[in-house]
Structures are given as structure tokens and as C-alpha cells.
């Protein structure tokens, strides 16, 4: 975090230098608005976004995009009615039809947590009577504080703004986020 108090976040203009863009706070609506204004690709996520604007502002070549993910095949979705011996096919989504009988067999409490929907994901062939397993055997894990993705930036911010300030007010953490990317990062 910058000392540098007085300083005012600028303009996300063609004006900006790649490192001055790296600088500030931006959400991806501003930068994706910035790229076609640029004329350049606005797809992928905010940090290739920013990567590419950076570049494109600095007068160098886009930078080369990470390999595309292969395809995901979305394959037969589930239709209810399902029970535990219902096998989880190949590109299974966590859909309704999932939840509402995880909601009926675990209880209300049930949400689709990165533990569960890795599992969807990556165990077909698998039973929903073993998926309800594992929800059970991942809660201790699940309860333990996760990392906080970096393109969630936000949500990191507020996680730590309310352990510092414990019974603080939603409407102060979010002035206070306001201030926060409001300055510079470095």
C-alpha cells in the first residue's frame, strides 16, 4: 500500500503508461471498456485484461495467453428424479437438480462449496450417495478459513477489513473499501 496520500487515482485512459494502469484499483468493466475502446480483445478474466491493456499501453506485443483449457464437454445433465444410486455422468454441473437433493438427504445448510463442486466435477462414475459422503468428511476442512482467490479482491479486502474490526457495519467497510482502491497500489 502506497504512503502516498495525496495522490489521486487518474483517468483509465489511452494516456496511462502500462505501469500506471498496474498501479491503481480498476474493476474489469472499466478495463474491459477501456480494451474495445483500444481496439483490442476484451475477453478472459481481469488479470489477462489488465495484462493485455499494460502491454498494448507500453507499446509491446500482446502477451501470450496461457494454454486454452481443453473444451469442457457438458455430456447428459442430470434430470430428477435422482437418489444415491444415481451415478454422477461426465460434465455434470451442480445444478437444481443436484442441490435439491443434497438439500434433501444433508439438509438446509447444503450450498455447492468448492469441495463439492470439485467433486461433481472431477467424480463421474461416482454415486450421489458417495458425494453425500464426502460433504460430510471435507466439513472440518471446509470450516478452516479458505484463501481468497486474487481475482476476488473485494471480497479478500472485506474478509480481512471485518477480522480487524470485529461487529464493524457493512456501510463502514465499504467506505473504507471505497478509500482503499481509490489509492495506489504501490
Not at 509491446?60 to 495467453?65: K, V, Y
Not at 437444481?96 to 462449496?113: A, K, W
Request: glycine share 8%; with cysteine; aromatic share 8%.
Amino acid at each position: 500500500m502506497s504512503t502516498n496520500v495525496g495522490e489521486v487515482r487518474p483517468l483509465l485512459s489511452t494516456a496511462l503508461t502500462g505501469a500506471e494502469l498496474r498501479r491503481w484499483y480498476w474493476t474489469l468493466a472499466e478495463l474491459t471498456e477501456l480494451a474495445r475502446r483500444m481496439g483490442l480483445p476484451a475477453r478472459g478474466g481481469k488479470a489477462a485484461v489488465t495484462a493485455r491493456l499494460a502491454a498494448a499501453l507500453d507499446g509491446l506485443p500482446e502477451p501470450a495467453a496461457a494454454a486454452p483449457a481443453a473444451p469442457r464437454r457438458a455430456g447428459r445433465q442430470l434430470a430428477a428424479p435422482v437418489d444415491g444410486a444415481t451415478v454422477i455422468p461426465h460434465g455434470q454441473r451442480c445444478s437444481q437438480v443436484l442441490r435439491e437433493y443434497f438439500v434433501r438427504e444433508i439438509g438446509p445448510g447444503f450450498h455447492f462449496d468448492a469441495f463439492m463442486r470439485e467433486y461433481v466435477a472431477a467424480h463421474a462414475g461416482h454415486t450421489l450417495a458417495e458425494a453425500v459422503e464426502h460433504w460430510y468428511a471435507t466439513r472440518a476442512r471446509a470450516a478452516e478459513p479458505q484463501q481468497v482467490g486474487a481475482q476476488f479482491e473485494f471480497n479478500r479486502f472485506l474478509r480481512d477489513w471485518h477480522a480487524r474490526h470485529p461487529g464493524g457495519a457493512r456501510t463502514d467497510a465499504l467506505a473504507a473499501w471505497q478509500a482503499h482502491r481509490a489509492r495506489p497500489r504501490a
